[in-house]
């Protein structure tokens, strides 16, 4: 009985002690002020997941262990294993490095690292991985976090062959230790349990045989390969080369068009940069790359290799896959032919400019994330630039506003936002008879103020008005001495109101309460478009008619016209006429017709057809409009839910001139029940009123990583390529002619929770911080240790017999059992063995990186990237 008490002071004795050598050891080491000086204690890998916000969601550090590289071009690996049985999920990478001490990062998957010991010398024929690895991550030249999209991640554990990470550090320039410091370089991976419907990979296309000449001004290394698995959707790409790198350049070729998924300049920060352009790369494309070398300056040739000496041509493309199908790593190493790259874009041939300036602002761009968009000099607009992503601002409004259903958004003279709701009025089943008559006149008038003016950027209610004048309010804009101009379907009449907060009605269009289809009546009327220069104004009438009335400033009737049509054959009617929106710069007007699911614009002086928006994308209907000059023209729009189709209720960004889609927006937390106006204000922002959640979302545009909605996959187009390639493919057909193609045995299931990340804050403390800090650690410790004596000796007095405490299976113990298949990857160091003159020392089995020596440039900040994921479709209301 007295064993177990005696046996547990003396753990406890020796826990303090332990305890109080690090806690005055991770003091001393805390003084130091370089990035990568850190305590060797600090840095070793943690072996257990450190639990964010839920029992899903997850982080790991891998880093070196207090490393000291003996000499330049320096190989280090580290193996680190998967720290659960289960399949999960890595949706971020956070580096933490420096590139005046460490050349580059990769990260590799594979089942059976070729050492478990704490480091190894990974330079020479040893290795990484005793299997194939596959390379999930790289990083160099202070590239900043990479971000997965939403409902993306990199599959490990259980089914992906990956039981083991092994981080490869390359350090190429061994006088940054010449103060004998050790270094704790590593990354921070984010991870979710959370089943991801779609699977991370890696496409590498690499040069293997390029040779530049001494003196030569540009030489090409191309590289091409014919895809034949399943689709891939490209969402970044990096680019990497040593010093003689002016440009790489990377397409999809379908059909002989060339489709440019990135390009960029190698001496940047080699990140991963966001894809082009929305595409995918499915079964007969042909993926290609070019870098383009000088060998001015040299007095050699220059050979492809891993040291400073040699060159590089690499382009990455970070991918996700339908997860049935999902390949962690493809590679291609083939020679372009020349009458290929005979039609290669010009752009591939022209080197990008880095000057001194750029860099700077490229490693500095942390102090830049309130400049969300981009100046359009031309027109002194901002326009949303391809990098960049709409993404809601979740702390609008600060304060709760109040409000019932949401019918209209507006602006003012001052950019403030002028919302119009319904108060405790609700446009429900028995608002209206069959002859569209309101039938709720005996609740008279909404009581609240029903117009509110709100500070776009707090959300606080600056002005409200409105009170005992409405009772269905629908539609809201303002003209140039900044009235009101509303509808409101119960009155059927279009209303001009002071903004004075005096409620005073300066005009009625139409015959309160009584619906009509002549000059003088309106049936439910929805919107309300105001020409900037003449005052004019635009009606779109309504629930019961089908046009479009124009009427002059003092409510004198014009003319009206129907739906348009590049065939007037076949002319569809309007169905609704929802939103209008008045393009100044072109003078047309704009209609959201809501039941066909199309964007019409027409001439405002004449009336006449100019173009139809008509995307698969909206789902069958499209709610509200609205429209911004910036560059060509943008028209900001909003769907609603179709009884015949389904689709998720979103925003859309859309180009006027090409009608392309160019961004896809939705709430991050609370989804959209109906969207219903839209409005976009001078800096950029974007407001969304919803009518069924009675609430305002704001969006405002962030320099994120495209998002799975982004890239335009839908479930249908899916599955119908999945059954072309099946027919096409055979049991054994390789990718890239090198990566096998292999199916995974579990299907992972549709999930739409947000994995949220929570990112290490580091801070400096007090002495007297530090002197409360050990205490606290001491006390947390003491009381688990104080349980399992207690639970002990109980046990033992229980069965008066025997004592066993049993202790938690190790995660060496659990990663035992784990199974799984191996991952086709690229063998660098066999592969360059077996070809003449490539046999290098401190080549073999090395990565795909060299070093060049870079330093002496600033650390880069993280970069904003983007998540999205799909929003199921809600219920439907007027």
Known sequence: MMRVPVFSLVILVFVCHSLSLEIQNHLYWSKRSQENILDPSDCVSRTEPRQLLN????????????????????????AFPVPTTRDAYIVDFIPHASMNTVHHMLLFGCQTPVSTSSFWDCGSVKGTCEDEASIMYAWARNAPPTKLPKDVGFRVGRNSGMSYFVLQIHYGDVSAFKDHHR????????????????????????????????????????????????????FAFRTHTHHLGKVVSGYRIRNGKWSLIGRQSP????????????????????????????????????????TSDDEMCNFYIMYYMDNKHAIPYMNCMETGSKELFRHIPAEANVPITVSAGHMNNMMHVEHATDDRLLLDTNKGKMVLDQDYHLEQVSAWPQNSLQLGQVSGLALDSDS????????????????????????????????QSTIL????VKGRILKASGRNMFYLPHGITTDKDNNYWVTDVALHQVLKVSSDGRDRTLLELGEAFTPGSDNNHFCQPTDVAVDTETGNIFVSDGYCNARILKFSADGKYLSQWGAGSSDRRRRTPFQIPHSLVFLSDKKEVCVADRENGRIQCFIAETGEFVKEIKRDEFGGEVFAITYSPAGDGLIFAVNGESPYRSAPLRGFVINYSTKEILDTFSPNKKEF?????????????????DAVSKSVFKFTAQKLHRSVKKA??????????????????????????????????????????????????????????????????????????????????????RKNKQCEVK????????????????????????????????????FDQLSTEGSDQEKNVEDSSDSENEEYSALPPSQSCS
């Not at 920060?269 to 870098?291: H, L, S, W």
């Not at 066999?830 to 046999?839: E, I």
Request: with cysteine; net charge neutral.
């Open 55 to 78: 029992s899903h969601n997850f982080t790991v550090d891998i880093r070196m262990p207090a490393v000291f590289p003996t000499g330049s071009d320096t190989y280090l690996c580290m």
């Open 183 to 234: 270094d704790c370089s590593g990354l921070t991976l984010t991870m979710t349990f959370k089943p991801q419907p779609f699977i991370a990979g890696i496409y590498l296309l690499m040069s293997v045989d390029t040779v530049i000449l001494p003196g030569k001004r540009v030489t090409n290394a191309d590289v091409a390969c014919d895809y034949s698995s399943y689709p891939i959707y490209p």
């Open 267 to 306: 001496q940047l920060p080699q990140a991963f940069y966001p894809a082009n352009k929305e595409m995918n790369v499915q079964y007969g494309d042909t993926i290609a790359a070019r870098c383009v070398f000088t060998g001015e300056g040299r007095t050699s040739k220059t050979y492809i290799g891993g």
């Open 453 to 456: 003016v709100v500070d776009p």
């Open 416 to 447: 403030n936002l002028v919302i119009f709701h319904r108060g405790e009025h609700r446009w429900g089943l028995g608002s209206f008879n069959s002859q569209a008559q309101y039938q709720q006149r005996s609740l008279g008038p909404i009581q």
């Open 807 to 842: 202790e938690p299976h190790s995660v060496g113990g659990i990663l035992g059992k784990i199974k799984g298949k191996a991952v086709s990857s690229l063998n660098l160091g066999n592969f360059f063995a077996s070809h003449k003159g490539y046999s290098r020392q401190g």
């Open 673 to 689: 029940k109906m969207p219903h106006d839209i409005v976009e204000t001078g800096d950029g922002s974007i407001f969304v009123g």
């Open 712 to 797: 335009g996959i839908e479930v249908q187009e899916l599955e119908e390529i999945e059954a072309f390639v099946q027919t096409k493919m055979k049991p054994d057909q390789n990718i890239s002619k090198t990566a096998a193609i292999q199916e995974k045995q579990t299907v992972a299931q549709q999930s739409d929770s947000r994995v949220e990340v929570e990112e290490k804050k580091s801070s400096e403390k007090s002495n007297r911080q530090d002197s409360v800090l050990p205490a606290i650690i001491s006390t947390l410790l003491l009381l688990p240790l104080l349980l399992v004596i207690f639970i002990g000796v109980f046990m033992c007095w």
